[in-house]
């Protein structure tokens, strides 16, 4: 069974493909869609390295145009680095929905049944394209839409970062091949903003050893 | 108001377009996803220019890297000429799933509250992604996984292409600027492929005079 896995280079990600790996033949997909931390993709062919997939491909996604967010390299705004409430002024317009897409495209070129996102419940509050009746209506699109009609599987929708880690460790995914950093200095996470500061809880609270290399 | 328009270059985008200039603000959307008859964008062009838009932009989209489809300049062979059952082989997956979503994150940078596209009645057969009940999960994908909540409008979607054009000459639009052929012969149509039979047949049976340049 063939399956299309979303590869960001981050631990979410990781975490997924490592569940992917257990029963399926994985083609990777990393998406450059202008993002300021270009770091991450690396981190993707990192990760893509050192596990057993079929193919790992990087594309990329004319998102910059678009953006407002202070994700992406075209804002003159870093991201905020305290936690803020309501909408994540990190969010990209539609991105997952244009991932998504593209992956679809891809998944009905090869033949693939499913396309894994790492989508976790810490993301429900700033993402509208992170929650779990998004993907329910996308897989309803894909149906009607394409021939192979592949589903996405988020297998992460409901935990916590922490869990991730924790689930992730049993898999024995090696964590220092992932980032998540929004501001890195050079091969160090910056270690303030809010996704450093979401990295270091989660591997404290789930009690997994924090192989990162932190600047502060 | 503002909306997005699918603008491809031909007879559907363009009418359609003339529909959406009437009630909103038009910001038009074209893509360049490595079709073999890259003049359509030249159409695009010449269409964009000569109504009242607001901008106009073309993106890159990687689709060709995917593609099994005749209508790619990736496929080894050339478009069918005659008409088949079935799934086109003109199909190019998830081909528009990619655009919609490409314009989702548009609409949803600039606030636009409509999609506009071209699908109409004679798409059915071949393009599950041309079909009304694919774009009403997208419209739902659209409302709980975007900001602006954007919502596809396909006017013609019920319309079969001599209706398109019987339209299109009631709103004035100007045929000579739109482009349908699949295999051109430089500024000709080359009047034998699926699509300029399809074209031929529909002024035809409009009883609207036929601006088109044929080859044959």
Not at 35 to 51: K, L
Not at 190 to 199: A, E, H, I, P, V
Request: hydrophobic share 35%; with cysteine.
């Amino acid at each position: 069974m063939k399956s299309v896995v979303f590869l960001s280079g981050g631990i979410d990600s990781t975490v997924t493909l490592a569940i992917a790996l257990q029963t399926s033949e994985v083609h990777a997909i990393s998406f450059d869609y202008g993002q300021r931390h270009i770091r991450e993709i690396e981190s993707a062919i990192r990760v893509a390295e050192s596990g057993r997939i079929t193919s790992h491909q990087i594309l990329p996604v004319p998102l910059f145009r678009f953006g407002a967010s202070t994700l992406l390299k075209t804002s003159p705004q870093e991201p905020r680095t305290e936690a803020a409430s309501g909408l994540a002024d990190t969010y990209v317009p539609a991105r997952n929905t244009v991932m998504i897409a593209l992956a679809a495209a891809y998944a009905d070129s090869i033949g693939a049944s499913t396309i894994w996102v790492g989508a976790n419940a810490d993301d429900y509050e700033g993402y509208p394209d992170c929650r779990p009746q998004y993907f329910e209506a996308f897989n309803l699109t894909l149906e009607r839409g394409t021939v192979s009609k592949p589903t996405i599987q988020t297998p992460l929708v409901n935990l916590k970062k922490a869990e991730i880690v924790g689930l992730g460790d049993e898999y024995g995914v090696d964590f220092s091949n992932t980032w998540s950093c929004y501001n890195p200095k050079g091969d160090f996470h910056c270690g303030q903003c809010d996704s450093c500061r979401l990295r270091k809880s989660a591997f404290r609270d789930a009690g997994v050893t924090d192989p990162t290399l932190y600047a502060t």
